[in-house]
């Protein structure tokens, strides 16, 4: 199993966000054929890498788009 860097983990996230124009869920990572496992080694949890992610911290920069809105009312 290949260990990838935080680095490495950030920037596909950045990828798929900016393909699917939000911070995509486990389960869409899942759809793009990235297992959320090396998330969880990296970040210990899925929160932890977006809250990450989201904040620029590591990254280098704001994410290639902002998440949508959640409209719940």
Known sequence: MRAYSRQELLNKLSEITEMIGKVPTQR???EYGI???PFYREF????T???EFLS???YGGV???DP???NLG
């Open 63 to 65: 994410p290639a788009a």
């Open 28 to 30: 869409e990572l899942r």
């Open 35 to 37: 297992s959320e496992d």
């Open 56 to 58: 620029g911290k590591d």
């Open 44 to 47: 210990g949890n899925w929160t």
């Open 49 to 51: 890498a977006k809250e």
């Open 68 to 70: 949508k809105p959640c």
